[in-house]
Structures are given as structure tokens and as C-alpha cells.
């Protein structure tokens, strides 16, 4: 046998898949183990949105490319009730947010900004794609969106190096640090994109987890709708990140169809149309009857109390924290206890810290490095088992559910 002459090219695993990975070899060796790692909700798929997806399950064929009518009808009036007015043939629907942002990357082109600290997959995606990932740090408590000022410095500077810098990436509320961007960051964001000729990606999955509900999630899409594309999905307010359905909300104008035509041209040509059976539950949930309202309800309620409580379990333990605004992560900074853990443990940095988590105790989370930020930080998902015991997490779940 003639053994193959080159090696492929190395792609890591996604930090937080990569987790889950080691998390389930230490399960199969007879570990008891804590996944804190993967962002996922400690709530169950509400039974009602399980039983349309199953009502749909004999729908086998391809749709079209888009998504259904039913689903993209039901998206534009999601974002309708949410002040950013949206017609049908604005969304367009993927197996995943996730894909759907690699798509738009790909239909956009050039270089793009990320936050930093940001979600492990913008970065990766970018230079999976051939472009550059610009880190711009973002204003502390202002999460997910690149601070103005420095946005515009880092892109002046990118164009005279000759890179073809063509978008910028925020994250509303954010992830990993919880926290969610005023509205006077967005709209001089928004200005900046303007005069420096960005396309706005808006990633708005955690949108309906903002912890306190009178709080406003500021969308760029309101501020600049003819460059603002806005994505969100099934998986973090539904708990149904496994069955991979996202949406995207392309902007108005010239620009927007032409976007819309070259995304739907990388969606034929990667995954034709997306499982039909999950098209028909989410377009159920985005109309948002009353049950999965309070479902989303309680969820954000519970995930709300948890991260709270854990938030203010590692200020007391001498870590510097934020109470998280939203979402299901505390981002805890160890720089403080630096010494203590480098002489307790040998822990020099937070990759140690989450290694030393990992093989110690079964316990997974993610080092801020994973996000391209501090070397100091942790992020973890806040589970309703750390609050109320390991066991009891099937509980809780079920207390979150409406039977
Ligand atoms: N965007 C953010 C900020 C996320 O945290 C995640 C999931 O972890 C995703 C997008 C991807 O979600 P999905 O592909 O499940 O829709």
C-alpha cells in the first residue's frame, strides 16, 4: 500500500467541542464528570416544541435553498415584534447559527474585526476562510462589540498594510463575558462601520436570555440596516443547540440582495436546505406562543439566579467577576489569586487552571485564551447543579419546564 505523500492541514478542534471530547473519554473510563465547558442551557426542549418537530418528521425532501415559508415567515416577525421591521425575504435559514456565519464570511470576503474577548468560532472561521482575524478589544462591561475607538485605528492601520478588511463581528449580549453593550456603544459603532465602509455581523443568539427583562438589547440593525446582518437560533433560549437550526436576517437596501444571492449561493453548494422537520419547530417557536414565552421565561430566570450566585461564590473566593446581564457564563479573572495558585498548585495560567479542572476533578470549562483574551480568565457555563448539587440538575430542569 503506497502511503499518502502529504499530511492535511491541520485544523484544531474548536476549544469548545474539544472539551466535550475529553469530557466524554473521561466519562467512558468510569469518571463522574461536570461538561461546564460546551454553552449549553440547563433546561430541557419545552415538550410542545418536541412534539412539532415530531409532527413534522416525515417531511424527507430538500426545501429550498432559503428555508421554508412558514419558518422565514415566522423569523421576520420575530424580528418584527423586536423593532427591527423584516420581511420574509430577508431570512435566510441554516443548519446552525454557526454555519451560517461561516457562509456569510465566505459571501462577504476580506478580513474581518472580531472582539476580544469573543465566541471561539469567529476567529477560527475567518482564517479557515483565508482572511484575518483583526482582534479589537471591546470597553469593559461592554462585551461583544469592538470599542469604536480602537476599531477605527485597527483598520486604517490593516488597509495600509494592504489587508482587505470588510466586516466586523458583535455579539449582543455577549459571550463569554456575559455582559451586554449600551446603546450609545452600538450606535457609535455603527458610525464607525459607516465611514469605514463595514459590513455589520450581528450574532443575537443570546438575545432573549438578557437577565434583567426591561433591559434593551440595542441591535445594530436599527442603527444601520442597510449594512447590518443579524443571526440567531433554536439553541441557547430553546435548549436545542443539537438540532442544529439557525436563522439570518439580511440587510435592507442593494447591498442586502446582493448579500442574500451569493450567501444562498455558498448555502446550495454546502448544505442545500436545511432538515425540514426543524424548519416547521422553529418557525413554531419564532411565532412565540405563550408556552415557549414562559419557557424562555423561566430559563432566563434560572439562569439569571445561578449565575449570580456563582458570580459572587468566586468574588468571595478572591477572583475579580462580573454579576453576568446575561446568558449562562460567568467569566471569572484569577489574575488576582495568581500567586496562590502558582504556589498551591503550579498553575501559572488559566489553560493550567483548566487542565488542573479537567484531570483533578472531571470538571471542564474553557481558559480565556480560548477566546483570544486574558491569560488570567475562565469562562464556564453556569449549570443549575452547581447551585443545588450535582444530581439535582434533572430536577431543576424539570422545574423549569411547564408540567
Ligand atoms: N454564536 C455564539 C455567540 C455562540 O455562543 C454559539 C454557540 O455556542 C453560536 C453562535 C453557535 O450556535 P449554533 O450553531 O448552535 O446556532
Redesign the pocket.
Known amino acids: 500500500v503506497r502511503p499518502v505523500p502529504f499530511a492535511p492541514r491541520p485544523v484544531p478542534l474548536s476549544p469548545?467541542l474539544a472539551v466535550n471530547e475529553a469530557l466524554a473519554r473521561k466519562r467512558s473510563e468510569g469518571a463522574t464528570v461536570l461538561p461546564l465547558g460546551?454553552?449549553e442551557a440547563g433546561v430541557p426542549v419545552h415538550p410542545a416544541l418536541a412534539r412539532e418537530l415530531a409532527a413534522a418528521a416525515d417531511r424527507g425532501a430538500y426545501g429550498p435553498v432559503a428555508g421554508s415559508e412558514e419558518l422565514r415567515a415566522a423569523a421576520a416577525s420575530y424580528w418584527t415584534r423586536r423593532g427591527a421591521p423584516t420581511v420574509p425575504d430577508s431570512v435566510v435559514c441554516g443548519p446552525?447559527?454557526?454555519?451560517?456565519?461561516y457562509a456569510l464570511l465566505a459571501s462577504i470576503g476580506g478580513d474581518v474585526v472580531v472582539p476580544a474577548p469573543s465566541?471561539v468560532?469567529y476567529a477560527a472561521q475567518a482564517s479557515l476562510l483565508g482572511g484575518e482575524p483583526l482582534h479589537v478589544a471591546t470597553a469593559p462591561g461592554e462585551g461583544g462589540v469592538p470599542s469604536p475607538a480602537l476599531l477605527a485605528d485597527a483598520v486604517v492601520r490593516a488597509r495600509a498594510r494592504g489587508r482587505s478588511v470588510r466586516s466586523v463581528i458583535v455579539?449582543l449580549p455577549d459571550?463569554p463575558t456575559g455582559t451586554l453593550a449600551s446603546e450609545e456603544t452600538v450606535r457609535r459603532l455603527c458610525a464607525v462601520a459607516r465611514d469605514l465602509d463595514l459590513v455589520i455581523v450581528s450574532?443575537e443568539?443570546?438575545r432573549d436570555l438578557v437577565h434583567d427583562p426591561t433591559r434593551a438589547v440595542h441591535s445594530p440593525a436599527r442603527f444601520a440596516p442597510e449594512r447590518t446582518v443579524v443571526?440567531t437560533?433554536?439553541?441557547?433560549s430553546l435548549a436545542a443547540?443539537g438540532w442544529?437550526?439557525?436563522v439570518a436576517r439580511l440587510p435592507d437596501g442593494p447591498f442586502g440582495r446582493a448579500l442574500r444571492d451569493s450567501l444562498l449561493g455558498v448555502a446550495s453548494e454546502v448544505w442545500s436546505s436545511a432538515p425540514a422537520p426543524m424548519q416547521h419547530a422553529a418557525a413554531y417557536a419564532l411565532a412565540e406562543p405563550p408556552e415557549l414565552v414562559e419557557h424562555v421565561d423561566r430559563s432566563r430566570r434560572l439562569h439569571a439566579a445561578v449565575a449570580g450566585a456563582v458570580a459572587e461564590r468566586f468574588a468571595a473566593a478572591g477572583a475579580r467577576v462580573r454579576r453576568p446581564e446575561a446568558a449562562f457564563y460567568v467569566y471569572p479573572d484569577f489574575g488576582p489569586l495568581r500567586e496562590a495558585l502558582r504556589a498551591g498548585h503550579g498553575v501559572r495560567t488559566a489553560a493550567d487552571l483548566t487542565g488542573l479542572l479537567l484531570d483533578r476533578y472531571g470538571v471542564g470549562v474553557l481558559p480565556g485564551s480560548a477566546f483570544g483574551d486574558a491569560p488570567d480568565a475562565l469562562r464556564m457555563r453556569v449549570a443549575p447543579s452547581l447551585l443545588y448539587g450535582r444530581d439535582d440538575e434533572e430536577r431543576l430542569a424539570a422545574l423549569a419546564s411547564p408540567d
Open positions: 469548545t460546551f454553552g446552525g447559527s454557526k454555519p451560517l456565519l465566541w468560532s455579539t459571550n450574532d443568539i443570546y443571526t437560533a433554536l439553541s441557547k443547540g442544529r437550526l439557525g
